[in-house]
C-alpha cells in the first residue's frame, strides 16, 4: 500500500473506503476498498478533498477480486443462468427460466479446493423459478493469482459446472390401484393429489384409469397408456408390502425395467422407479397423498428436465433423506434431501 496522486491511479485498486457527506443528504460510501480506479473517477475524488489516496497496484500474474469472480462464473456457467454485476468482490448467478437447477458436485469440490476460490450453490436438481439467485462465487483475498484462475478454467473446459434444465410439459397417466377405490368402497384421495402437483408444473393428465388390486389389469394399464402417447406414468396405490400390494411386480410384468424400489428418504421409502420404452414409471407411496412434501418432490424435477433416473442418484437421497415435518413447510428451501 503506498500514497499516489489521483490523477496518477487510474487502473489501480483502492486500498480502503472513501466516504462522502452531503450534509442533512446522505453519507455513505461513494467508492469501496478493492475499487478499480478508472479516469472518469478523478474528477469526483477531487471533489471529495483527495488529492492523494491510497492504492495497491496489480502487479503482472494477479486478477483483481471483480475481475477474478466474472471469469470463476463465466467458466462454470451452462444454460440458463445470468450474471450480475460484482458487487464488493462477488457475483451472483440468476436462473433466466423455470427448471431443475443442476450441480455436477464432484467438479464443484474440485474447484473449491483450489486456494483462495470460493463457489457456493443452491442444492442439486431443485426446482427454480426465474430471477432465483442459485449460486455466488468471489476470491478470497483482494488480488489473486492468475495461474489458480487458469486452473479452474481448464477444468471448467469441458462441461458447465451449473446450469437450469428447463422442465418439459408432459403429457401423463396416473393408474389408481385399489380395491377398495375400484368397488366404490371408498373416494379415491390420492389422484387429485398427485393430478395437482404435476399440474402446478405445467404438464396435464391425458387419462386417469383405476384398477383393483390385479397384476393383470394394472399390467393392461400400463401398457394402454404406452400406446396413448403419454410420457410419464404415474401409478398410486399398491405399494407397501401387503400380498394384495402387487404394483411393482405388474409394472415389470409390464415390461418395464424397474430402476429402484426402494429409496433412504423418509417418507417415501416405498417409492419405485421404473422405465417403459423410455417412460418413466414412478410408483408413489402412499405417504405421498397425506405429507406436504416426500420422495415424489425430491425427483420429480430431475424427472421433468429429461434426466433419466438412476440407482446412484436415488441411494445419494439419503444425506438429507429425512424429511423434519416443519410446521410450515419451505420446501424447496430447506435441507430436504440436500444429499442429491
Given at each position: 500500500m503506498h500514497s499516489i496522486r489521483v490523477e496518477d491511479a487510474v487502473g489501480t485498486v483502492l486500498c480502503h473506503d472513501i466516504t462522502k457527506i452531503v450534509p442533512n443528504e446522505f453519507k455513505g460510501r461513494a467508492f469501496t476498498k478493492g475499487h478499480v480506479i478508472v479516469e472518469e473517477d478523478i474528477p469526483e475524488l477531487l471533489k471529495l478533498g483527495k488529492e492523494n489516496i491510497y492504492i495497491w497496484k496489480i502487479d503482472e500474474g494477479k486478477v483483481h477480486e471483480n475481475q477474478a469472480a466474472i471469469r470463476i462464473a463465466r467458466a462454470i456457467i451452462g444454460p440458463g443462468?445470468?450474471?450480475?454485476?460484482?458487487?464488493?468482490?462477488?457475483?451472483?448467478?440468476?436462473?433466466?427460466?423455470?427448471?431443475?437447477?443442476?450441480?455436477?458436485?464432484?467438479?464443484l469440490v474440485q474447484l473449491n479446493m483450489i486456494d483462495e476460490i470460493v463457489i457456493a450453490t443452491?442444492?442439486?436438481?431443485?426446482?427454480?423459478?426465474?430471477?432465483?439467485?442459485?449460486?455466488?462465487?468471489?476470491?478470497?483475498?483482494?488480488?489473486?493469482d492468475d495461474y489458480k484462475l487458469q486452473t479452474l478454467e481448464t477444468i471448467c473446459?469441458?462441461?458447465?459446472?451449473?446450469?437450469?434444465?428447463?422442465?418439459?410439459?408432459?403429457?401423463?397417466?396416473?393408474i389408481t390401484t385399489g380395491n377398495e377405490v375400484f368397488k366404490g368402497r371408498i373416494t379415491d384421495k390420492f389422484g387429485p393429489v398427485v393430478k395437482k402437483k404435476i399440474e402446478d408444473y405445467g404438464c396435464n393428465v391425458l387419462n386417469?384409469?383405476?384398477v383393483p388390486d390385479d397384476a393383470g389389469q394394472i399390467s393392461g394399464a400400463v401398457n394402454s397408456l404406452v400406446e396413448q402417447g403419454v410420457e410419464l406414468i404415474?401409478?398410486?396405490?399398491?405399494?407397501?408390502?401387503?400380498?394384495?400390494?402387487?404394483?411393482?411386480?405388474?409394472?415389470?410384468?409390464?415390461?418395464?425395467?424397474?430402476?429402484?424400489?426402494?429409496?433412504?428418504?423418509?417418507?417415501?421409502?416405498?417409492?419405485?422407479?421404473?422405465y417403459m420404452k423410455d417412460i418413466p414409471i414412478l410408483g408413489l407411496p402412499g405417504c405421498v397423498m397425506y405429507h406436504a412434501t416426500t420422495i415424489f418432490d425430491l425427483l420429480l424435477p430431475s424427472v421433468l428436465a429429461g434426466e433419466r433416473i438412476t440407482k446412484p442418484m436415488v441411494a445419494r437421497l439419503g444425506l438429507g433423506g429425512l424429511c423434519l415435518n416443519c410446521t410450515v413447510c419451505r420446501y424447496p428451501v430447506c435441507s430436504f434431501g440436500t444429499g442429491a
Open positions: 443462468i445470468r450474471l450480475s454485476e460484482p458487487i464488493e468482490g462477488k457475483v451472483s448467478l440468476i436462473a433466466d427460466y423455470q427448471g431443475s437447477f443442476t450441480v455436477d458436485e464432484n467438479l443452491r442444492s442439486n436438481r431443485r426446482p427454480v423459478n426465474v430471477g432465483d439467485i442459485l449460486a455466488g462465487v468471489r476470491v478470497v483475498p483482494l488480488v489473486i473446459a469441458a462441461q458447465p459446472i451449473v446450469q437450469v434444465k428447463p422442465f418439459q410439459k408432459l403429457t401423463a397417466g396416473i386417469h384409469i383405476i404415474l401409478t398410486t396405490g399398491g405399494m407397501s408390502v401387503d400380498p394384495d400390494d402387487v404394483t411393482p411386480r405388474a409394472v415389470r410384468e409390464a415390461g418395464a425395467e424397474i430402476i429402484t424400489y426402494g429409496a433412504p428418504v423418509l417418507p417415501g421409502a416405498m417409492i419405485m422407479v421404473a
